[in-house]
């Protein structure tokens, strides 16, 4: 387990393609580019408040199209949160998640006081649909995480990705704003209650 | 009364004409009669042949039997050698590797000889010192009884005019003797059948023998060559007699067919379960392209994996720094021709290889408006698995790995881009004719290829088949003795008469 340090560290998994980059992408930055570059590893850092001060949040992008054990234990052993992404238009890319939630439990221990958000992408493209809703809150059930269903291109549920991953970290309070609005963040969590499910 | 003892004598008399103790027998076991002697011999003088063979000392358990092995003696050995030497060494990761193997060797040759003893020396010399020596002495026995019988039929004829109570005596003796030969007559036949059974097992436990050993030598290959993904590419290359490893090649034929236009090729996860398939097919040498020329991206997945398993990386730990530096060179001339020197350093294998792949990913890059994979997306999912640094342990490789694969980028994307004007030789594989695209885009040295490598590799790849095979013996009759052996799933099973 990482010392608390001043860093928040969220590591991003999934298969090739299903739109790690454009999540943390609309999230970090606002916008969403319909371009086509695979991701060999990005890090991004954004200021949030933390136990009434301000920590680090930072955002692992990993790649999705090969995937090093080592680089990947390290890069878990390293994370505090996790966010595994697959892509509703892509069985195969939950499927792929399997090992990689696997290979977290297996560094961590028991993944009960560990923030993880299975996250269904791209829930824009629901005329190529291929994984349920249901399916997903199935998988988050049995993985005892959080499930949402999100898309990057239509900033649908991105920021709520986030916010409900850090609410999930017991041990420290954080939130994205950092001027200390507390009860708007309460607020909005409360809202939020409806759409992702919570185990 | 008369009367019927006559047509009894008849009845004998045309039976029994001669006195040659095989006319009483039918023809097929007279022909089998004739059989006894020789197998006799042959058994006698094969197991003393094959007991010569055997390298450990019979009657002992197979693991006692290993220690004492020359090959066993040799892997002590080496595992004492290799002691010596530091761990980065490779003579004593070449030393380890052999020392498991000849351990593996010697293990699997005392087990062979273990079941060889028992399925086929013990058989052998039951037949020769038990079975055929019993036969031989109820054959003796049957030809004196036929003598005796003859005899008392001639004395009963000559007498045939005595007195009744002497007739009747003699009529006695006679159907005695009958009686006698017939159940010695019996016998003898019966051991003739099974000595006729046992031609069956005879040659079926030669038979046996070879495949034992062919299962040995086959499961040999099987742990210790056939594995392809993780093999040292030119120790694979010399071992297959290719120039392009297989699985490049196999992966890169069936890419050529179906994935050239799949977007996010390389990039998109395929099913893991057809992947480790297709890996498993490679490296047992037979891969069915119709069944996997389907799922394109389980082919590159396969292929990425080929080169990420190599104990060495395709462009080689050596010129590892060297690669960034000519990257890192601003003028593009420059750099392409830092580039050429460096290609030409590579082993001539490595070479051949790499210029097979950046080929055809310069061919796939060329689809960019359909597959999206253009030479920086292609470096950027591929460029990893073929180029790495020599690493101490994984922090270390973690730790240069996340640096370097951004470089690597550098490295392999002009690579792809100006792969005509790096690699100068003819294209070695079949350029798809891809409709709705018009090919003018090509670059001049790629030519339309050659069929014949593509029959010379669909052959290599049938011809290799191999698995372990499973046998059983079967013969119609009663007795059966099974011998079951459970670590090679080779059953043997002779079925006798009694």
Redesign the interface.
Known sequence: MPEQSNDYRVVVFGAGGVGKSSLVLRFVKGTFRDTYIPTVEDTYRQVISCDKSVCTLQITDTTGSHQFPAMQRLSISKGHAFILVYSITSRQSLEELKPIYQQVLAIKGSTESIPIMLVGNKSDEMAQREVETKEGEAQATAWKCAFMETSAKTNSNVKELFQELLALEKKRDMSLSIDGKRSGKQKRADKLKGKCSVM | MLRQSLSILKQLSSVTKSQDATELLHEDLVMVEQRVEPAKKAAQVLHKKLQACMQSQSGLEAEKRMKKLPLMLLSISMAESFKDFDAESSIRRVLEMCCFMEKMLANMLADFEVKVEKEVLEPLNKLSEDDLPEILKNKKQFAKLTTDWNNARISRSQGSTGPQAKQDGLREEVEEAWRKLESIKDQYSADLLITDCFKHPLPRMFKNISELKEDNSQKGELSVVCKVYGEPLLSHLSRTNRDIAAPIQECIHMLLRTGMREE?L???????SVVKRLKTCLDQGTVDHSEFSMDPHAVAGAL?CYL?ELPEPLMTFELYTDWFKAAGEKDLTEKLEQFRVLLKKLPPENYNNLRYLVQFLSLLSEEQAIN?MTP??VA???G??LLWPQAEG??A??DM??AS??QV?TVIEPLIQYSSSLFPEAVSFEVPDLPEVPDVTLPSPVTHSVVAEKEKLSRTVSSSSSTTSSSSFHLPLSKTSRYWSARTDLYLEFRITT
């Open positions: 996010g390389f990039r998109l996860a395929a099913a893991a990425k990420r999206k920086s997306n950027i999912v591929l990893p698995n994984e922090v490789l973690f790995a996340s694969s951004v980028v």
